[in-house]
């Protein structure tokens, strides 16, 4: 066994016990626990206000056409990739990389775009949260404009609609503000002038931040076993509170509107190059990958699983889901738009602005709006919830997996700790200038640019170093049948190229960042993203570089072949596997430290 300089350890690994490592690592508990676990992982609140805006705006049903596409040649394949590699290898996102040693920066890379990830993105389950403990009320708050946050010159949604079917200049002339835009941006955010004024943190959504933390810990700290079947919740339940949405949708005047307005193809637009590059960033991130967290799932899963069949199934579940919500949104947005006489381009948003502004007007106009209200936000907790404690478990596999003597039997206080230190530097959202970081953080660190690269050089790393043809039998290995031929094909050549247009094309459309459609950020500002880009991109170029520099070998051929080779216990099972034996360790991971994993036993018996 070598590269345990990699790992921090000194001592012959082969000797070392499970409990020197501390501990045995964990497997799911039943076969259910990771299909739910990548559902509630990828299934995340992109499904419900990216997808059906960009949706609309890129020729209705039309759409589906490019998206298709991009579902069948990068989202699958990739999704398959990360999962079927975190199986075969048994270890987290780190670990991996002794199939490729040079390109373990981007499992390094990987962990600091999820650390970014887990600072931002939970903020949006805070502010579901404040919004759901605002629905147990009597009249929902964003509904009026008595309250202390309003002006003159607020407007309900209800006011709204007599105003637009009253067609008088005067009225038309009038500068007003919907009650629940007022809500959000002066009770809510209480944002102030721009990014360079952070000002005061906003106490409340400092104690909702802080719930969800807690919400997060406890779903993981007890390992996967117990995280397994909190998903049977998390990962379900919104879909009944998405069916019940719909229903209630479908009943509404201008429901209909709405879902024609959603579906229906304008077949031009596919003559567009920005409809394709939507299509295919759309996939990318819907199915999270590129974080490490699908590896870190897949490492749980014992060495013979049909990983083939669950990415299908997965895939299929996200599509589809995409699809579903738009329904529900778009339903509910026609009934918005007829009962204010407005057109349905007029009220759809995407982003925040669809989940906090747009539904919760719509909400106001329905009957026992509050219970509509609560259902909403308690599922947009769910989506988000689950997608962040995969994110954040993903990362912790990583990190136990690369250092278990220190970790492992420490884990739940290590959790702590990560949720610890990520909450403190969240609270950088949730002043009155966090929306303005927020939008930094979500526009540079952990989306775009950075996921695309990392996405690149994991797919070229399997595909082209390790081999796309070793890893194709790896994978028979272990479902027992050979993979179609297409995901060599997808994963040597289509992926990486898809990836690498939408990359270029992202870089090509470059613009400074804005926030709305008039607040520009300072120069300073710009530059903090492109270092939050950075950090996790320039990872991958510079171990690979030290890695060789530090290699052994008289010349940088001798070093390319070292640092580009498995690790020998690799070489050793591919050896083995290509030569139609069974491996002695085929059923147990590999830990950090070569040593093998006893959680699978029972399959090598």
């Known amino acids: 066994m070598s590269e345990s300089k990699d790992t921090g350890g000194d001592v012959d690994k082969e000797k070392q016990s499970s409990e020197s490592q501390g501990g045995e690592r964990e497997s799911w508990g039943g076969k259910l626990d990771f299909i739910l676990s990548c559902v509630g992982y990828a299934v995340g609140l992109g499904n419900v206000w990216r997808f059906p805006y960009l949706c609309y705006k890129n020729g209705g049903g039309a759409f589906l056409i490019p998206y298709g596409i991009s579902v069948i040649f990068m989202g699958i394949p990739l999704f398959m990739l990360e999962v079927s590699v975190g199986q075969f290898m048994s270890i987290g996102g780190l670990g991996v990389w002794k199939l490729c040693p040079i390109f373990k920066g981007v499992g390094w890379a990987a962990a600091i775009v999820a650390c970014w990830l887990n600072v931002y993105y939970i903020v949006v389950i805070a502010w579901a949260l404040y919004y759901l403990f605002n629905s147990f009320t009597t009249n929902l708050p964003w509904a009026r404009c008595d309250n202390e946050w ?107 509107d709405g879902l024609e307005f959603f579906l229906k193809p304008n077949m031009t637009k596919l003559l567009e190059p920005n409809v394709w590059m939507d299509a295919g960033s759309q996939v990318f991130f819907s199915y999270g990958v590129a974080l490490g967290s699908l590896i870190a799932l897949g490492s749980y899963n014992h060495y013979n699983n049909n990983c083939y069949r669950d990415a299908m199934i997965v895939g299929c579940i996200n599509s589809c889901t995409s699809l579903f919500a738009g329904c529900v949104i778009f339903s509910n947005l026609g009934y918005m738009a007829w009962y204010q006489g407005k057109n349905v381009s007029d009220v759809a948003q995407e982003g925040p602005g669809l989940l906090f502004q747009v539904y919760p007007e719509a909400v106001t106009l329905m009957p026992l709006s509050q219970v509509w209200s609560v259902m909403f936000f308690f599922m947009v907790l769910l989506l988000g919830l689950d997608s962040q404690f995969c994110t954040v478990e993903g990362f912790i596999t990583a990190m136990v997996d690369e250092y278990p003597r220190y970790l492992r039997k420490y884990r739940p206080l290590f959790i702590g700790l990560v949720c610890l230190l990520s909450y403190v530097v969240g609270t950088s959202c949730i002043s009155q200038g966090g929306i303005y970081m927020f939008t930094l953080l979500d526009t540079y660190s952990a989306s775009g640019y950075s996921l695309l690269w990392l996405a690149f050089f994991e797919t070229v790393s399997i595909s082209w170093v390790f081999g796309a043809n070793n890893f194709i039998s790896c994978l028979e290995h272990m479902i027992g049948y050979r993979p179609h031929i297409w995901w060599k094909i997808c994963w040597f050549g289509l992926t990486p190229a898809m990836i690498g247009c939408i990359f270029i094309f992202t870089l090509l459309k470059y613009a400074s960042p804005k926030y709305g459609d008039t607040y520009k950020y300072p120069g300073w500002a710009e530059i903090m993203g492109w270092c939050m880009a950075l950090s996790s991109m320039m990872v991958i170029p510079l171990y690979a570089f030290f890695k060789t520099l530090f290699a052994p070998g008289n010349s940088l051929r001798e070093k390319l072949r070292h640092v580009t080779t498995p690790t020998p216990e690799i070489q050793a099972r591919l050896n083995e596997i290509l030569n139609g034996a069974v491996p002695s360790d085929a059923a147990n991971g590999m830990s950090s430290d070569s040593t093998p994993k006893a959680g699978h036993a029972e399959t090598a018996a």
């Open 150 to 256: 309003n002006d003159e010159n607020c407007i309900t949604g209800k006011e709204t609609a007599a105003i637009m079917r009253n067609q008088s200049s005067a009225n038309k002339s009038l500068n007003l503000v919907p009650a629940v835009q007022q809500y959000w941006y002066r009770k809510v955010l209480d944002e102030s002038s721009g990014i360079d004024e952070p000002g005061i943190l906003r106490w409340e959504l400092a104690i909702t931040l802080f719930i969800a933390w807690l919400l997060c810990y406890f779903c993981i700290w007890k390992g996967v076993k117990q995280t397994g079947k909190v998903v049977y919740f998390t990962a379900l339940f919104p879909y009944v509170v998405l069916t019940v949405l719909l229903v209630r949708g479908l009943t509404l005047d201008g429901a209909l």
